[in-house]
């Protein structure tokens, strides 16, 4: 059984940091690509941030400089470093699994809240 489970999310305020994880298990992690989407109320599910299993990683533009995604393969972890949190930043982070053009996993969510 495939989970993805994240953690990490919270209240923060305006410039400060969180570590969003995500914890997988019942898939060979090193051979996946992970990403962290995220859902503001009232918007489209849209991707923040992803690494390759080789560890090339992207971004979106409005967290380029202030995000930062990686992972451990040893503990089938992929991570989420958000610094100087915006207001706008505030939404449901999910992870997300992709392995080829047929395995695509999510996790539940995480909610991030930044007070202005």
């Known amino acids: 059984q495939v989970q993805l489970v994240e953690s990490g999310g919270g209240l923060v305020q305006a410039g400060g940091s969180l570590r969003l994880s995500c914890a997988a298990s019942?898939?060979?992690?090193?051979?996946?690509?992970m990403g962290w989407y995220r859902q503001a109320p009232g918007k489209q599910r849209e991707l923040v941030a992803g690494?390759?299993?080789?560890?090339?990683?992207n971004y979106a533009d409005s967290v380029k400089g202030r995000f930062t995604i990686s992972r451990d393969n040893a503990k089938n972890t992929v991570y989420l470093q958000m610094n100087s949190l915006k207001p706008e930043d505030t939404a449901v982070y999910y992870c997300?699994?992709?392995?080829?053009?047929?395995?695509?996993?999510w996790g539940k969510g995480t909610l991030v809240t930044v007070s202005s």
């Open positions: 690494i390759t299993s080789g560890g090339d990683t």
């Open positions: 019942g898939i060979r992690f090193s051979y996946y690509a």
């Open positions: 997300n699994a992709v392995w080829g053009g047929s395995l695509n996993y």
